[in-house]
C-alpha cells in the first residue's frame, strides 16, 4: 500500500522554524516503508494570488497558467497535505495565503458546479496537517490563521475531525525552534499518529 504525502513549507525564509517542524514530521513518517513523500517550497512553487475573477466558477478551471497547474493534480491525489506556514503580522505568511486562495477552483467545483473534488470511495480518508510557528508568545496569534486552514482543507475534502494541527508560539529568530523543549517530539508523534490514521483508513 502506497501513502501519498504532500507537503507545502509556506516560509519566505527557508529553513526556518516552521519548516523545521515540517521537516520533523516527514522524517517521522519518512521511516515507514510505501510512504510517498513530496515536499514543495512554495517561495519555488509559482504561485500567483488569485484574481479574484469567478472564472472558475463556469470553467471547472482557474483561468492563470502557472504552477497551480502541476500542484493541481497532486493536491487531489494525495492522501495526506500538510501545510507548514509561519504567523505574521498576526495573520497566516502571504506566500501560504495566495496558496490558498487559490484553491476557490476547488470551492467552485464543490458548492457551486457541485462536482466531486475526489473520487467518492476516497471521501473521508484525507487527513491535513497544519504546522505554524510565531514570535510572539501570546496564546491568540494562531487565531487569525485557523480559520483559513480550515478553508483550505474543507475544499478539498479534508474534514474538521481529520485536520491535525501543531503551532508552537515565543520562536521568533532562525532556529529558535531547536531550543523548544517538546516541538521535535510534537512533531514526530503527530506524523506517526497520521500515518497510522492513514494505513487504517486506507487498508479498509
Same mark, same amino acid.
Given at each position: 500500500m502506497e501513502i501519498k504525502v504532500l507537503a507545502f513549507a509556506g516560509s519566505p525564509r527557508r529553513g526556518g522554524n516552521s519548516e523545521t517542524l515540517l521537516d520533523?514530521?516527514?522524517? +517521522?513518517?519518512?521511516?515507514?516503508?510505501?510512504?510517498?513523500?513530496?515536499?514543495?517550497p512554495l517561495t519555488e512553487a509559482n504561485v500567483n494570488p488569485c484574481r479574484g475573477c469567478n472564472a472558475c466558477e463556469t470553467l471547472n478551471r482557474c483561468v492563470q497558467r502557472d504552477g497551480m497547474d502541476v500542484l493541481h493534480d497532486k493536491i487531489i491525489e494525495a492522501d495526506c497535505i500538510i501545510l507548514a506556514a509561519p504567523i505574521f503580522c498576526m495573520g497566516i505568511c502571504a506566500q501560504a495565503k495566495a496558496l490558498i486562495d487559490r484553491f476557490q477552483v476547488f470551492r467552485s467545483r464543490k458548492y457551486v458546479l457541485k462536482l466531486p473534488v475526489v473520487p467518492p470511495? !476516497?471521501?473521508?480518508? !484525507?487527513?491535513?496537517?497544519?504546522?505554524? @510557528?510565531?514570535?510572539?508568545?501570546?496564546?491568540?496569534?494562531?487565531?487569525g490563521a485557523v480559520p483559513s486552514v480550515k478553508c483550505f482543507f474543507h475544499v478539498?475534502?479534508?474534514?474538521? +475531525?481529520?485536520?491535525?494541527?501543531?503551532?508552537?508560539?515565543?520562536?521568533?529568530?532562525?532556529?529558535?525552534?531547536?531550543?523548544?523543549? @517538546? +516541538?521535535?517530539?510534537?512533531? +514526530? !508523534?503527530?506524523g506517526k499518529e497520521v500515518l497510522a490514521e492513514l494505513k487504517k483508513r486506507l487498508g479498509g
Open positions: 520533523w514530521v516527514l522524517a +517521522a513518517m519518512g521511516e515507514a516503508e510505501g510512504v510517498v513523500i513530496e515536499k514543495i470511495e !476516497r471521501k473521508g480518508k !484525507r487527513l491535513g496537517i497544519f504546522l505554524s @510557528t510565531a514570535g510572539q508568545n501570546w496564546d491568540h496569534v494562531f487565531d478539498i475534502d479534508v474534514r474538521d +475531525a481529520d485536520i491535525h494541527y501543531l503551532m508552537v508560539n515565543n520562536v521568533d529568530e532562525k532556529g529558535a525552534i531547536l531550543a523548544h523543549p @517538546t +516541538a521535535k517530539a510534537d512533531a +514526530a !508523534r503527530i
